[in-house]
């Protein structure tokens, strides 16, 4: 009896431990198809100069499978879109640049519609969701250490420093996406993965082109 105890007590680290494994390996298959694809960067210049919140899928109604690397992706991008939210929350009661503040405004939209459908076919899957990532330094996401680094920046730092920070969360995303529509299951979720895809690339068109950005994007 307590054998069997302790197997279902390492259940779930089991399965965290293995999912965290599956995240390598889909950023790792997404910057494999970027390289011989020639991404560029991301491959904004070919998006929309504007953002259009991607239209929400409907909540599936019938069971879904996911494989390895859905569960993977939608549990690495669930936490990845609260960060995001995180910072854009902390931004509303600092001092920010007006374009990036309306563009913000339109990505909490989009990432608020993303996680309800992330969270639906989880359900659909009847698979529970877990936070496997608390405190790990992930590219892309936006941490409780970077948040603090970000309440701590003085007031003409703070567009600068957010553009940073969720520039780097967009272009991650976009690592995903790919890497999901590569190796994922689902067709459901393979089309939801493109729709963000599309989303982020017009997101990070806009951010590099509103007015006042750099003429050189953070990191590029």
Excluded: Y
Excluded at 6 to 18: C, Q
Excluded at 76 to 87: K, Q, T
Excluded at 106 to 135: F, K, M, S, T, Y
């Amino acid at each position: 009896m307590d054998e069997q105890i302790m197997v279902e007590r390492r259940g779930p680290r089991v399965r965290a431990g293995r999912l965290v494994g599956v995240v390598a390996t889909l950023v790792a298959t997404a910057l494999a198809v970027g390289v011989t694809q020639g991404w560029g960067r991301t491959n904004q210049e070919s998006a929309a100069s504007s953002v259009t919140a991607s239209p929400a899928a409907a909540v599936p109604t019938a069971p879904v499978v996911l494989n390895g690397t859905d569960d993977a992706f939608i549990q690495l991008l669930i936490p990845m879109n609260e960060g995001a939210l995180a910072l854009i929350d902390q931004l509303d009661a600092r001092p920010a640049d007006p374009s990036l503040r309306a563009l913000l405004g339109e990505v909490r939209n989009a990432h608020q519609a993303e996680l309800r459908d992330l969270r639906g076919l989880l359900a659909a899957g009847n698979v529970p969701e877990l936070n496997i990532h608390e405190g790990h330094q992930m590219p892309g996401m936006v941490t409780g250490a970077r948040l603090a680094e970000l309440r701590a920046a003085s007031d003409a730092e703070v567009s600068s420093r957010a553009t940073a920070l969720i520039r780097e969360h967009l272009a991650q995303t976009v690592v995903l996406c790919r890497g999901e529509q590569t190796a994922g299951g689902s067709p459901e979720l393979k089309a939801l993965a493109g729709r963000i895809q599309q989303a982020r690339a017009a997101e990070l068109n806009t951010l590099d082109n509103r007015p006042g950005a750099p003429t050189t994007a953070p990191g590029g």
